[in-house]
């Protein structure tokens, strides 16, 4: 039932602009599923969903692809769009985002495979990045600033 629910909910965002996870819950069960939020907040992480600018104006859930070939572009477009600024706290990267962009820009950095980066946490405006070592915390931001800078 899960792998229907994945490939349902992967054909609704493709189809749609679906903004929210109520949004994304309540569509699931016109077409029959019985979904909570945390089921769907769960399929959405499974799935690594994120949210990007519609051409509306909203935040849309897209499928962000891992093949890294032709991504790379992509990844660096959510990250400039995305970004407002970031600050460091030893290891720990702090980055500011555009409101519900945090996921998005986390998904770009993790996706971009900075050998720095432990991994990501996102919330809404605001990702906790953990880093080796306070030098690669440098290291990173000026890796960031050049790509968010071209």
Do not use: W
Request: with cysteine.
């Amino acid at each position: 039932m899960k792998k229907i629910r994945h490939r349902k909910i992967i054909e609704l965002v493709e189809k749609k602009e679906i903004e929210t996870q109520e949004e994304l819950a309540g569509l699931l069960k016109e077409e029959g599923f019985v979904v909570t939020q945390a089921t769907v907040s769960r399929d959405i992480r499974e799935l690594k969903l994120s949210k990007v600018p519609s051409g509306s104006g909203r935040q849309k859930y897209v499928v962000l692809t891992r093949d890294d070939s032709h991504m790379e572009d992509k990844y660096i477009r959510v990250l400039r769009d995305g970004f407002t600024s970031m600050d460091m706290a030893q290891n720990i990267l702090v980055v500011k985002t555009v409101s519900g962009m945090a996921m998005a820009v986390a998904m770009a950095l993790d996706s971009m495979k900075f050998s720095e980066i432990v991994g990501c946490i996102a919330g809404d405006d605001t990702i906790m990045v953990a880093v080796r070592t306070t030098q690669e915390t440098e290291q990173l931001m000026d890796k960031i600033h050049s790509l968010i800078e071209k």
